[in-house]
């Protein structure tokens, strides 16, 4: 009753979700890379267009889009890191996780190359290099699915790059984008997904160093979250959205999705 | 410099949302500030100045922290998840009224508590009491808060941090300006990040250039407090 | 001699008044009758306690001892809305010339025609025709110290209190005051009023009160009193010379 009444006072002054109020509609957690390289402004239309169902995306870092989707606060989870995501569904707070397509990171750097890694298709290697070179390092420090695939690098390359905080390793704690514009600034290496580095528009000096190595590989998976855990969560549309990104419309449209010319993400997901 | 070419519309859709959102959130800190600093003004009770410092110390706050707390607020998780607020402009509004609150009603405290000293024999003369000159004080001070409510403006239109966390930058329902620079920026977008900001600086010296020709108008007319 | 001075048809009483402040008393006045037969005029030095006196008189101040009588009785609120004050810096709503007069005929609960009426012929007893629509605060002195004395005479009082109204005026927007005060008297409002300006007491006054120091040194009609001064202190001040 109280919520009643305070939804009229906040409709009667035109404010709660003006406009849309009617409209069915799903939040998606997901994460900068999707959003800044284009591909959802690209494919979410064709869904919304068959459905009717509005999706809104919150671009945030993997960790931070897993902890509001813990919080119950979006219907959809798009990010990755799969440890993670099983961690996310193994805890109850989702229902199940689907694979939805992937891209590769790449390792990019300034045209000087000081660690003279360019060229090379072993991550490792290269980043060992750096560390030698004590060539300045751009990480994004901020927990999302990127830091969590270059701390991996780092540990197979046996190197602790923590230890060199604020020397050459710098950690922005900031998105993809942002941290693309630090190294820029500062002629950094840098390790970034090959869809936000593609669709990145302040390059400066930097350009790919490494890339081709199957270990940067990226796999991007979606998950319902858990409507018992949250029982506002908007359950049935959410699931149709999961069906349709791993259905064969969605497939095709995430495989149709270029910027100049270049295919940003592979679907794969397991029913197609 | 695409979306300011071709689309049009959908930046002005951004401009007039942030507006919107900016212009609600300083009338209902409006609504608040002022009684709040005018009663702070005129009475007297123990933990006033407590209040005051309390006040003054919120004007600072942080923007973020701000944003965080109506997050948690408004979250599914959060007491006020039930009412679905997050990631809507009404939640933007709420975060932006926090912010602005303390500002307009600091100000209004200063304003009023200056003008109250100098009114204060004379309205008791006239048999007015403490709790009947509030309004009196109001009206009397009403340039000086116009001030006080466009430097609110001012604030909640420039704001990010708040925004965006609870509004989320969510396509053609909470990107507002600034959220908008800050995703452009991290699509490296500098150009289209620039104009924008070209646009919010063009609003920061239009509100400026009213408030004085608001103190020029208090001027010319002997408003001005002494 | 004072009981044929009574002839308001109230009286205003001053009885054992005192006003300390860090220990030190600011105003010291045993008994003080202010019923003569016209204006009566607190002269006396800086720092006499002239305002203090005043703002008592008006209930601003509360006394620390003593009390201020009207009809026999302590001051009520009933007696303090049949008084008005002007102070020496005006205090003008920061409205218009009209409007600062309106403010104090809606409190008395006037209807907006009998207003509108109101409002004119007291602007016509100022001398501030055309002006109704001017801000109040681009007035010059002179004219903003006679609204400010307007806005009193638009309560009614029955007496008001004036606090040095021209001490920072020219002789003629000092004369235009004086006028109407002396008008306002001559219509039965009970005049008190503060001076340092010997000349304007010899103007305007029927009564005098000489202060100095918190205390009343000499207080009777302005003729006796301006003329041939009982106490030091008072042909010392009438002299000019230097009072301590």
New interface residues.
Partial sequence: MIRNFLRAALLSLGLAAPAFAEEPFIVVQSTTSTQNSGLLDYILPGFEAETGIDVRVVAVGTGQAIRNAVNGDGDVLLVHAKQAEDQFVADGWGVERFDVMYNDFVLVGPKSDPAKVKGGADIVAALTAVAEAEAPFASRGDDSGTHKAEMRHWTAAEVDPTAASGAWYRETGSGMGATLNVASGMDAYVLTDRATWQSFGNRGNLEVMVEGDPRLFNQYGVILVNPDKHPRVRAAAGQRFIDWLTGPDGQAAIASYKLDGQQLFFPNASGS | MALILNGDAELWAIVLLSLKVSI?AVLIAALIGMPVGAALAVARFPGRRAMIVLMNALMGFPPVVVGLLV?LML????PL??????????AM?IAQVVLVTPIVAALTRQVIEMLAE??S??L?????SRLASVP?LL????LALITALLAGFGRAIAEVGAVIIVG????H?TRVMTTTIA?E???????LALALGAILIGIAIAVNAMVSAVSLRAE????RHA | MRDMLCDTASSLFVRNLRVVRNGKALLNVSRLSLDGPGPTLILGPNGAGKSLLLRCLHGLIEPDQGRVEQDGTPLTDRHKAQQAMVFQQPVLLRRSVAANLDFVLKRQGLPRGARKLRIESLLAEGGLEGKARQPARSLSGGEAQRLAILRALALDPETLFLDEPTSALDPNATQMIERMILRASSRGVRIVMVTHDIGQARRLAADIVMMQGGHVVEHGLAKQVLNAPQSDAARRYLAGGLVT
């Fill in positions: 609600f997050y979250s599914r998780s959060g998840g039930v009412l679905e607020l997050l990631y809507t402009p009404t509004i100098e009114y024999e004379q008791r003369s006239l048999g007015v009196v009206w009397d001070a009403r989320g930058n969510i396509n329902v995703l920026t991290s699509k490296g977008n500098l150009a010319q007319e002997g408003l």
